[in-house]
Nanobody, 125 residues
């Protein structure tokens, strides 16, 4: 069974940076495309970013383009989300996700098979 464990969430001031990490165990990491979703208080969980199995393709929601960077290290079974120029509206619980597919199925949570428990990111103004 695939297990995902996020870390790196924290309280940070607006304009600051954080790097989230997600370590995967239980199966061959390179079989999975990896991504991040987030859920703000009172809102539905939304897609943030996805990276393909080899890391040669990435996709971001418009609100984070140019500020967030997703990457992966297949030797360490780890996916990262580097978040720069953070804004208060980035405040949310961030969830790591994994799925064998890569494509439009990532745009909603319904298409994702494996989830981490989440890590809290709070951006103060």
């Amino acid at each position: 069974q695939v297990r995902l464990a996020e870390s790196g969430g924290a309280l940070v001031q607006a304009g600051g940076s954080l790097r989230l990490s997600c370590v995967v165990s239980g199966d061959t990491f390179s079989r999975y495309s990896m991504g991040w979703f987030r859920q703000a208080p009172g809102k539905e969980r939304e897609f943030v970013s996805v990276i393909s199995w080899t890391g040669d393709s990435t996709y971001y929601v418009d609100s984070v383009k140019g500020r967030f960077t997703i990457s992966r290290d297949n030797a360490k079974n780890t996916v990262y989300l580097q978040m720069n120029s953070l804004k208060p509206e980035d405040t949310a619980v961030y969830y790591c996700a994994a799925d064998r597919a890569y494509g439009g199925s990532w745009l909603t949570e319904d298409g994702i098979h494996y989830w981490g428990d989440g890590t809290q990111v709070t951006v103060s103004s």
